[in-house]
C-alpha cells in the first residue's frame, strides 16, 4: 500500500551558492543572418579602381618619389584600399571594417579635397598652386588636369555619398577621432624632415605652399600646420556627430530581404 501523494508540495529552500541568472541580450548579428550588398560593393570597387587608376597615371607622369610625398596620394591610396576591403566584405556578407578606419580614411580625403579648393585652387588664397601635383602654379593640363579633379574632387565626393548613402549610421565615436590625428602630425613632420634634407633650390622641395619654411619661416608654418590641425579635427567632431544624427538609408532595404529561419519568443512563465 502506497502512501498518498499530498495536493499542496511544500516550497524547498533555495540553495545557496547558485547565482541567479541574469536576461542576456541576443545581439543581432546572431539573428538576422548576413545580407550581401552587391550594390555597395560594386559602387566601392568602381571608386577603389578609379582612385588607384589617378595615382598610377601620376607615378607615371612624375618622379614616383615625389608623387608618393603628396598628401593627396596617400590618401586616395588608402581609401582604394580601404574601399577594394570594403567591397569584398559587402559582396560577401561579411562584417563591415572597423569604423575607426573608415572613418579615419573618410576625414582624410575630404581634407584632401578642401585643401585643395580652399587653400590652392582659390584665386583669393595666398598660397595658390593649382598645378600642386606638377609643382607649378599655373594649371595642370592633359592627363595631369584629368587625375587632379579625380584625386581631389571626384573620389572625396565618392567617399562621402558612399557614407551617406551605403553605410549604416552611429558606427563613429570621438575616443578614435583624435587618434585620426596622428596621421597628419606625421605627415606634417616627414614634410618638413624632407625639406629640410635637401637642398636649397632643389624643384618641389617643399611640396605646399602653406608648408614652405624657406618662403614664410617656421613661425608662419607651425601656425599653418596648427590651424589646419585644429579645422581637421573639428571636421572629424563634426563627421561624428553628423553620424549619429543622419538617417540609417540601409533600414527599409534590409527590412524587405531575406528573413530569419526562427523568431525569437519571450520565456514562457
Same mark, same amino acid.
Given at each position: ?34 545580407? %550581401? #550588398?552587391?550594390?555597395? *560593393?560594386?559602387?566601392? @570597387?568602381?571608386? &577603389? +579602381?578609379?582612385? =588607384?587608376?589617378?595615382?598610377? $597615371? ?29 567591397? %569584398? #566584405?559587402?559582396?560577401? *556578407?561579411?562584417?563591415? @571594417?572597423?569604423? &575607426? +578606419?573608415?572613418? =579615419?580614411?573618410?576625414?582624410? $580625403? ?34 595631369? *588636369? ?124
Amino acid at each position: 500500500m502506497t502512501a498518498p501523494i499530498p495536493r499542496d508540495i511544500p516550497d524547498l529552500p533555495a540553495i545557496p551558492g547558485i547565482p541567479v541568472l541574469l536576461p542576456s541580450h541576443v545581439p543581432a548579428s546572431a539573428v538576422v543572418p548576413p545580407v %550581401r #550588398r552587391p550594390l555597395a *560593393a560594386t559602387y566601392r @570597387l568602381l571608386v &577603389a +579602381l578609379i582612385a =588607384a587608376g589617378a595615382v598610377s $597615371v601620376e607615378l607615371a607622369l612624375g618622379s614616383p618619389l615625389r608623387t608618393l610625398s603628396h598628401f593627396a596620394i596617400q590618401s586616395n591610396i588608402l581609401l582604394a584600399v580601404v574601399l577594394a576591403l570594403s567591397a %569584398r #566584405r559587402a559582396g560577401t *556578407a561579411r562584417r563591415p @571594417l572597423p569604423s &575607426a +578606419l573608415t572613418g =579615419a580614411t573618410l576625414l582624410y $580625403v575630404i581634407v584632401t579635397g578642401l585643401t585643395y579648393h580652399v587653400l590652392l585652387a582659390n584665386e583669393a588664397s595666398p598660397y595658390m598652386l593649382s598645378g600642386v601635383l606638377t609643382g607649378e602654379a599655373a594649371g595642370p593640363t592633359g592627363w595631369h *588636369a584629368i587625375t587632379t579633379q579625380v584625386l581631389h574632387t571626384a573620389t572625396p565626393i565618392a567617399a562621402l555619398l558612399d557614407w551617406l548613402l551605403l553605410t549604416a549610421p552611429g558606427r563613429l565615436h570621438l575616443r578614435p577621432a583624435a587618434t585620426w590625428m596622428i596621421y597628419p602630425l606625421t605627415y606634417l613632420t616627414f614634410t618638413l624632415v624632407r625639406g629640410e634634407l635637401l637642398l636649397p633650390g632643389t624643384p618641389g622641395r617643399y611640396l605646399y605652399p602653406f608648408l614652405d619654411v624657406a618662403h614664410h619661416g617656421y613661425r608662419s608654418i607651425l601656425a599653418n600646420a596648427l590651424l589646419i590641425g585644429l579645422t581637421s579635427y573639428a571636421l572629424a567632431i563634426l563627421l561624428v556627430a553628423l553620424d549619429h544624427a543622419r538617417p540609417n538609408p540601409l533600414r527599409h532595404r534590409l527590412r524587405h530581404r531575406a528573413k530569419t529561419g526562427f523568431r525569437l519568443q519571450p520565456p514562457v512563465g
